[in-house]
C-alpha cells in the first residue's frame, strides 16, 4: 500500500498563494500603465508632434521670408553689399525652417511605422495579460482547493491517529503493520 502524504505546512501553500495573488495585481497595473502609455504615445505622435511641427513650419517660413525682405531692402537702399548681420539672420531662419522639416519628416515616418514597429510587442503584452489573469487566476483558485483538501486531510489524518490505542503507535511485527496500514495509519 502507497505511504500517506505528510502535511507539514499548510501556511506555506496559504502564503504562496497570497504572493501569487499580490504579483499578479502589481503585474496586471504594469501592464496597464504599459498599455497607456502605448496609446499616448501613438497619440503624442498622431496630434501633438504633427501639429506642433507643421506649425513651426508655417511660422518659421514666415520669419525666413522676414529675414529675406529685410536683406533686399538693405541690399535695395544702395549699399552695394548687404550687412553681414542681415545675411547671417536669412541662413540662421533657413536652418531653423530646414531643422523643422526635418524633424517633420520623421514624425510622419514614425506616424507610419508605429504601429509595425509597436504591436508585436503589444501582442506578447496581451498575452501576458492573458496569463496573469486566466492562468494564474486558475492557479489561484486551485492553490485553494489544494490548501482546503490538505486541512480536512490533516484533520482526518490526526482524528485517526489519536483513535488509536497506545500500544498499537509502535508496531514490531508485519502483521500488525498491516493492520495499522489497513486503518490508515502510518509509522513515521
Given at each position: 500500500m502507497p505511504e500517506r502524504a505528510k502535511v507539514?505546512?499548510?501556511e506555506a501553500i496559504?502564503?504562496?498563494r497570497a504572493k501569487l495573488i499580490i504579483y499578479r495585481d502589481k503585474a496586471s497595473r504594469v501592464l496597464d500603465e504599459v498599455s497607456d502609455?502605448?496609446?499616448r504615445t501613438r497619440l503624442w505622435l498622431q496630434d501633438d508632434r504633427l501639429t506642433h511641427w507643421q506649425h513651426e513650419i508655417r511660422?518659421?517660413?514666415h520669419v525666413l521670408e522676414q529675414r529675406q525682405q529685410e536683406l533686399f531692402s538693405a541690399q535695395l537702399s544702395g549699399l552695394l553689399e548687404a550687412s553681414p548681420v542681415e545675411q547671417a539672420a536669412v541662413q540662421k531662419a533657413r536652418r531653423a525652417l530646414q531643422e523643422a522639416e526635418e524633424r517633420l519628416h520623421v514624425v510622419r515616418q514614425w506616424n507610419r511605422q508605429y504601429d509595425h514597429r509597436v504591436e508585436p510587442?503589444?501582442?506578447s503584452a496581451e498575452k501576458l495579460r492573458h496569463t496573469?489573469?486566466?492562468d494564474?487566476?486558475?492557479a489561484v483558485v486551485r492553490l485553494n482547493e489544494i490548501s482546503r483538501t490538505l486541512s480536512a486531510y490533516a484533520e482526518v489524518s490526526a482524528g485517526s491517529q489519536t483513535t488509536l490505542p497506545a500500544t498499537t503507535a509502535s508496531p514490531d511485527t508485519t502483521a500488525e503493520?498491516?493492520?495499522l496500514s489497513t486503518a490508515g495509519v502510518t509509522r513515521p
Open positions: 507539514t505546512s499548510l496559504e502564503d504562496f502609455a502605448v496609446t511660422r518659421l517660413t510587442l503589444a501582442r496573469l489573469s486566466h494564474l487566476g486558475l503493520k498491516a493492520a
